[in-house]
């Protein structure tokens, strides 16, 4: 019995040309993002928390608790827990204050710009009740046109931008977290 184990040859000199270059195509896109990997890039929502379950209370709007729960889950090995006795983590929102404030009007005197805003407080603290991190604030803005013309319109990119914004924030007050808890555990060697 006899096997034939020769490989198949492609029919055409042109075949074998455009495997080689979708071969090359597709090393030229993976080899970048091996190199990103391998110095430790990572994507922009990912934060490494040194804690197993954080519960998150105070007073935090609906859609910031989400955006916070939702930064929480798909970022970090994390778990959310209902009950902060579950927690080893406790992110306490102290305030949240959004704000949107007239930067331009047009020749006719009517608003041609807005400056959305969101400011948040918070702090976090272990089950002992240690101090992760102190009473701290994180703020952002974003500048946007308006017509007067589609009003409709501009309210939903307004509650667009503003859900954008509170998910930059999420994750910005997940990072310092993260670097507050690491650089305590430095201290403490």
Do not use: W
């Not at 959305?116 to 703020?139: H, K």
Request: charged share 20%; hydrophobic share 45%.
């Amino acid at each position: 019995m006899s096997l034939d184990h020769r490989i198949p040859q492609t029919e055409s000199p042109s075949e074998n040309i455009s495997l080689l270059r979708r071969s090359m195509l597709g090393l030229m896109v993976i080899a970048p993002m091996g190199g990103l990997t391998a110095c430790g890039y990572r994507l922009r929502g990912a934060v490494d928390l040194p804690f197993k379950a954080l519960a998150i209370t105070g007073n935090p709007s609906p859609p910031l608790r989400a955006d916070l729960q939702t930064a929480v889950l798909t970022g970090t090995d994390v778990k959310v827990a209902i009950n902060p006795r579950d927690a080893d983590l406790i992110l306490e929102i102290t305030n949240e204050i959004t704000g949107r404030e007239v930067l331009a009007f047009n020749s006719s005197g009517q608003i041609s710009a807005y400056r959305l805003s969101i400011r948040v407080g918070f702090r976090a603290f272990d089950t002992a009740g240690n101090e992760i991190v102190p009473e701290a604030e994180v703020y952002i803005t974003r500048d946007m046109d308006f017509s007067v013309s589609t009003v409709l319109a501009n309210d939903a990119q307004i509650q667009a931008f503003l859900g954008l914004m509170r998910r930059d924030l999420a994750i910005q007050i997940l990072r310092r977290v993260a670097a507050s808890a690491k650089s305590q555990k430095t201290r403490a060697f």
